[in-house]
């Protein structure tokens, strides 16, 4: 019984110095980052960019769209979702393959923010995390889905929900309409995949995707999501 404690022990304490180790290893590339460009410069550069657009000038139907698609409890958790981070982990183990990221909004800008191109992925992960927290705790809900919208890759060279909307549209941001609002927001996921310039099917699987999110969270009726009309990606 006397060795069975002491092999728990063991491993608990194990696992205190592996947590610690792997916290310490994403930290410190956090730290580098900031040390290099502190938060507030990153977000001042954002909102002196000439394509900036801010929160009240994109319509309230993409803002929700991206609420439901991406992360559907972004106001109800801080920098990390822990249930949504445990749920993708879940359905990646059932399914065999990488289906879900867990990644919140305030991750995702996070890594755009900093770390876009940094390779090791894991250390990566770690550092996302410090620097999202960082994010949450200086910055507002609305301020940082500002901040994505502004820096959100959608393909085809365009950074920006502006240049965006100009290059696959032809209209400024708050023009849209709810049929390219889901579009858009469906976008990001994988814009190698789901641009209209890519393939016009998967864009439209993807929008899908993004409608049926916004009737099962509450942002569009049933009524709503049947009347939107496709047929304007075959003209992009």
């Known amino acids: 019984m006397k060795a069975l404690k002491r092999i728990i022990i063991v491993i608990f304490i194990l696992i205190i110095v592996s947590s610690l180790g792997i916290g310490m290893y994403g930290y410190t590339l956090y730290e580098d980052k900031l040390k290099n460009q502190p938060l507030a410069d990153k977000v001042s550069d954002i909102e002196n960019c000439p394509n900036f657009v801010s929160i009240e000038e994109v319509p309230k139907d993409y803002i929700n769209a991206i609420i439901a698609v991406e992360d559907h409890r972004y106001y109800d958790h801080g920098a990390i979702d822990i249930i949504g981070l445990a749920r993708a982990i879940f359905t990646n183990i059932k399914n065999k393959e990488l289906q879900e990221g867990g990644s919140t909004i305030t991750q995702q800008v996070a890594k755009n923010l900093y770390f876009i191109e940094e390779d090791n992925a894991f250390r990566r992960k770690i550092a996302e995390m410090f620097m999202a927290i960082d994010i949450e705790n200086k910055y507002s809900k609305e301020d940082i889905l500002e901040m994505y919208i502004n ?22 941001p708050k023009d849209m309409n709810l049929a ?38 509450g942002y569009l009726t049933q009524e709503q999501a049947d009347s939107i009309d496709q047929s304007f990606i075959d003209e992009i």
């Open 151 to 172: 820096t959100i890759y959608f393909g085809d060279g365009y950074y920006g929900i502006k240049e965006a909307c100009e290059g696959y549209l032809n209209k400024e």
């Open 180 to 217: 390219e609002s889901t579009m858009m927001a469906g976008i990001p996921n994988a814009p190698s995949v789901y641009a209209p310039t890519v393939n016009k099917e998967l864009c439209k699987q993807r929008q899908n995707k993004v409608i049926s999110s916004m009737v099962e969270y």
